[in-house]
């Protein structure tokens, strides 16, 4: 789910096990200051040639390879190089055909029809017809299918076949996000038909019609792809695609160091300082900028403690984000403003961050009844401290080092917080998923669409859908329904304006930062071009000239 990296992720939004990745899905803002510092010796021209592998870190192993169930970073970074969605964004952040070749949008937007590509094929050679796209969207609207992004897709009254490279979508009313939507990865009905999502073999081998073809997985170590010769815009030039699993950043770095990957994110540490060495710059670029997400702290909304928002709000002054940003991010990131970034054509400029006010967070609580009666130094109300948990992820020092600031600074004010850190298929499956958690720190990685209807409308909290936290609110509700009804941009800016400002005020999360994206790529890979949506959207042309392959295939 967050926090992720390449067909760019248009609407879909994913929780993000790392505090960076190599940014595949999010859309960037890029800016490379002192990028010539890190010159390649044999050269930057030539003719692409084919060859070599692309290995990458990351510290967290996928779930699932099922499409519309890759609801986490790591299953959705395989999942995007083996699959295609109908449509994706170009370097200039506009809609642009994919799976589809062209589309028509008809009867005052209540139509949309896709004329589908006629050379594409799965990767076992069965041709890629418009049924897939009618079986797909059949499984995201099926009740016995969790996928967190059915919501979208039940808008839709009905898609019609008119024949092999012709769908017709009819939605029930208007629906700004309908085709963004569609960046959706489709499924191969001649491979799934019949077959039960939550058990089928294909979640761990899976068959697309994508840049890279599933080769192995092996659990809690890595995930390996090579290239599809057939794919039908070119076949890649990097042939191998693997996907290391290394639960910890700093044995990350150490095998970045001795040349283990060629990529990963950094921490701001190893950004700031343990790379500026000549050994590193002689081997590696170094890419900065804004992450198209944010860090939170979410409460479970079932948990009495945190039901009256005026709590919620004071813990929000309580804690010095600023702090957070100096200590923990060494300057490599900004205050989160809410639940869009500022890059985003949704953010309210006029939502403020709280400042950081802990005798007005204790009046607040006062008023709310917390108070120390017993003067045993922590509050308390109907005679239960106030004492919470806060869970995140394995690996991720970041969120570690965040949970114990926020740890200190609510001790300050007399409530007491304990922490604990599990890995992260475990604190996904077993306590997210299943809402058995007080609190959690977490990130969203968010699409260019700004419409967050799957995390905050209150008919998304089944397990496994995004409303993990059973966040209710009557106007978000009603403000998500015409925020997607509405295709006019300046009034749709204005909904999204007010569903900024009410989420702030009634702080489901505390929204936390919105960190650098830190990123490393060994200096032999040529073709990388920085653009509004990243790094890695063209991937399929990054090469590596023959004298400086390191693999062979």
Known sequence: ???????????????????????????????????????????????????????????????????????????????????????????????????????????????????????????????????????????????????????????????????????????????APGLTSWGMPIMPKHLL???????????????????????????????????????????????????????????????????????????????????????????????????????????????????DKRVRQALNYAVDKKEIIDGVLLGQGKVSHGQFVPESWAFNKDVKPYPFDPKKAKKILEECG??????????DKDGRRFEFTILTNQGNDNRRMTAEIIQRRLKDIGIKVNIRILEWSVFLNEFVNKKKFEAIILGWGLGREPDCYDIFHSSKTKEGEFNFISYANPRIDRLLIEGRRTFDLEKRKEIYNKIHEILYDDQPYMFLYVPDSLVAVHNRFQGIKVSPIGITYNFIDWWVPRDRQRYTY
């Open 1 to 175: 789910m967050q926090n992720r990296k390449n067909r760019q992720k248009s609407k879909r939004i994913f929780l993000i096990p790392l505090f960076i990745t190599i940014a595949v899905f999010f859309s960037l803002t890029i800016s490379l200051p002192g990028q010539e510092n890190f010159p390649d010796p044999e050269g930057k021209t030539g003719t692409p040639t084919y060859g070599d592998a692309f290995v990458v870190g990351e510290i967290g192993d996928a779930r699932t390879l099922i499409p519309i169930l890759a609801s986490d970073s790591p299953s959705s970074y395989i999942v995007d190089l083996v699959f295609d969605g109908l449509i994706k964004y170009n370097t200039s952040v506009e809609l642009v055909g994919n799976l589809a070749e062209s589309w028509d949008i008809e009867e005052d937007s209540l139509v949309i029809v896709f004329h589908l590509r006629k050379n594409v094929k799965w990767h076992d050679g069965y041709p890629f017809r418009a049924k897939d796209v009618k079986f797909t969207y059949e499984c995201l609207i099926d009740p016995k299918v969790p996928t967190p992004y059915s919501g979208d897709f039940k808008m839709v009254k009905s898609v019609e076949v008119a024949d092999d490279y012709t769908v017709k979508i009819i939605y029930k009313e208007p629906f």
């Open 193 to 307: 038909e019949g077959e039960n999502l939550l058990t089928t073999e294909f979640a761990r081998n899976p068959i697309g019609t994508g840049r890279y073809k599933f080769k192995r997985w092996k659990t809690g170590e890595r995930i390996d792809l090579v290239s599809n010769h057939e794919y039908f815009e070119h076949r890649p030039y990097i042939d191998r695609y693997i996907y290391r699993v290394i639960p910890d950043s700093a044995t990350m770095f150490l095998e970045l160091e001795t040349l283990g990957i060629d990529s990963m994110g950094l921490t701001p540490l190893q950004f700031t300082r343990l790379t500026e060495t000549p050994f590193f710059k002689k081997r590696f670029q170094k890419f900065k900028y804004p992450s198209f997400g944010y860090t939170y702290m979410a409460y479970n909304l079932k948990d009495d403690k945190f039901k």
């Open 370 to 379: 917390w108070r120390d009666r017993d003067n045993d130094g922590w509050l």
